[in-house]
């Protein structure tokens, strides 16, 4: 029996999903087969996928096809219509983000380039082999996971922070574009979230200070929201810290912003 029957006729049959191998991506995985879709999860570790895909399929009896690829790859456009041949994906989920927490000029090019091609090119090269077949169908999503440093500048995640200003925005303007043709698409701006990626950045005396959520809830609410509006902003204490930011000039915010990047990511942790 599917439990959702509107949002499996809408996103259905087949998912993809870039970097759905831990984290959040992973957790997008798992509530999208809860949802009774079947799913093609995209990252590097094969053999992480080929483990997760067997538990998904044994819990929720939905149709799993691992790919390995790196989306920094220049042929990425080329390996996902490889990986998605045959099947009628009527949803993307761009999560993966390459990011690099340092100062800039410290920061090597090739980690800054990396940083662009993931987080940039990526989610542009699936969205435009995506995007023509979802309107065809009529129906359909793209969602682009961001970032709460996607909406000011920052110290030590510049590049990081800029990548993420462009998800936002392309997934806003494609949100406009697409909605005429009963395509949805969403920027699901998370805060700190309970990832391995988030716990390898930040020392674990540190993380209390940045109150991350579990990828869970950042992925069911990425998933309600989709269709409802541009941009999500996954966290009831991110949504008040972003109002609370509004209310300054983008100086403060970044003085503000800067001053806790550093605090949670920096050399003192002061
Ligand atoms: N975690 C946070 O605190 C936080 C905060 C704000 C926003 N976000 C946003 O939320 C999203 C997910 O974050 P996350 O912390 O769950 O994970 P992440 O570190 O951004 O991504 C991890 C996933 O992406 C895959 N991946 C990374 N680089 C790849 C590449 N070159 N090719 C293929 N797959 C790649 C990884 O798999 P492989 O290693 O197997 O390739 C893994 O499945 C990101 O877009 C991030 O910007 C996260």
């Given at each position: 029996m599917i439990l959702f029957p509107e949002f499996h006729r809408r996103y259905g049959p087949w998912a993809a999903i870039a970097g759905a191998s831990e984290g959040i991506g992973r957790a997008y995985a798992h509530v999208l087969a809860e949802r009774g879709l079947n799913l093609v999860t995209l990252a590097r570790r094969l053999e992480v996928l080929e483990?997760?895909?067997?538990?998904?399929?044994?819990?929720?009896?939905?149709?799993?096809?691992?790919?390995?690829?790196?989306?920094a790859d220049p042929e990425l456009a080329a390996r996902f219509d490889a990986a998605v041949a045959g099947l009628d994906v009527g949803l993307l989920i761009y999560n993966a983000c390459h990011s690099r927490i340092a100062e800039f000029a410290a920061t090597g090019l090739d980690d800054h380039m990396r940083m662009l091609d993931v987080n940039c090119r990526g989610p542009v090269a699936l969205a435009q082999r995506l995007a023509p077949r979802l309107i065809e169908r009529g129906r359909g999503g793209i969602l682009l996971m961001s970032s709460m440093s996607g909406f000011q500048g920052s110290a030590l995640v510049g590049t990081y922070a800029a990548t993420k200003a462009f998800n936002t925005v392309l997934a806003e303007s494609l949100w406009a574009e697409l909605r005429p043709h009963g395509v949805d698409a969403l920027a699901c701006v998370a805060g700190a979230t309970a990832t391995p990626g988030f716990e390898s950045a930040t020392p674990e005396s540190r993380r209390p200070k940045a109150f991350p959520m579990r990828p869970e809830a950042v992925a069911r609410e990425g998933?309600?929201?989709?269709?409802?509006?541009?941009?999500?902003?996954?966290?009831?204490?991110?949504?008040?810290?972003?109002?609370?930011?509004?209310?300054?000039?983008?100086?403060?915010?970044?003085?503000?912003?800067?001053?806790?990047?550093?605090?949670?990511?920096?050399?003192s942790g002061a």
């Amino acid at each position: 029996m599917i439990l959702f029957p509107e949002f499996h006729r809408r996103y259905g049959p087949w998912a993809a999903i870039a970097g759905a191998s831990e984290g959040i991506g992973r957790a997008y995985a798992h509530v999208l087969a809860e949802r009774g879709l079947n799913l093609v999860t995209l990252a590097r570790r094969l053999e992480v996928l080929e483990k997760d895909a067997q538990l998904i399929r044994r819990r929720h009896r939905v149709q799993v096809r691992p790919v390995s690829v790196d989306l920094a790859d220049p042929e990425l456009a080329a390996r996902f219509d490889a990986a998605v041949a045959g099947l009628d994906v009527g949803l993307l989920i761009y999560n993966a983000c390459h990011s690099r927490i340092a100062e800039f000029a410290a920061t090597g090019l090739d980690d800054h380039m990396r940083m662009l091609d993931v987080n940039c090119r990526g989610p542009v090269a699936l969205a435009q082999r995506l995007a023509p077949r979802l309107i065809e169908r009529g129906r359909g999503g793209i969602l682009l996971m961001s970032s709460m440093s996607g909406f000011q500048g920052s110290a030590l995640v510049g590049t990081y922070a800029a990548t993420k200003a462009f998800n936002t925005v392309l997934a806003e303007s494609l949100w406009a574009e697409l909605r005429p043709h009963g395509v949805d698409a969403l920027a699901c701006v998370a805060g700190a979230t309970a990832t391995p990626g988030f716990e390898s950045a930040t020392p674990e005396s540190r993380r209390p200070k940045a109150f991350p959520m579990r990828p869970e809830a950042v992925a069911r609410e990425g998933l309600d929201a989709l269709g409802r509006k541009p941009v999500h902003i996954a966290g009831r204490l991110n949504r008040f810290v972003n109002a609370f930011a509004r209310l300054m000039s983008r100086r403060q915010r970044t003085v503000f912003f800067s001053n806790a990047t550093r605090g949670i990511y920096g050399p003192s942790g002061a």
